[in-house]
């Protein structure tokens, strides 16, 4: 996300840095052309939801949900 989501109200109060590919909802990740800044294409869809999904999975872990 660009830095302007952090100043969004539900970023306000916590004390982390959000993860890559996190939206500026806690918790919600974007992967492929959906992503901001996304460069459409394929592979790169198919390789950043392998990061999403190992990114959440992390999430899950870290806030204990
Ligand atoms: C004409 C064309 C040619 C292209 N050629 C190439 C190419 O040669 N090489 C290349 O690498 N890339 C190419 N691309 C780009 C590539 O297709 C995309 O980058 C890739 O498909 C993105 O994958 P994605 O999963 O992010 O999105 P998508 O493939 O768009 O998948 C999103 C899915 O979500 C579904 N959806 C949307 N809203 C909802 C909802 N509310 N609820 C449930 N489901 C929903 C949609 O129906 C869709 O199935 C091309 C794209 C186009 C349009």
Do not use: C
């Not at 952090?6 to 919600?28: C, H, I, K, N």
């Amino acid at each position: 996300m660009d830095g302007s989501a952090l100043e969004g109200e539900a970023w306000q109060g916590l004390s982390r840095e959000p993860y890559l590919l996190e939206t500026g909802l806690p918790g919600v990740f974007a992967a492929g052309d959906v992503r901001s800044g996304s460069i459409k294409r394929v592979a790169s869809a198919v390789g950043e939801g392998s990061m999403a999904v190992r990114l959440v999975h992390q999430y899950l872990a870290d806030t204990g949900v």
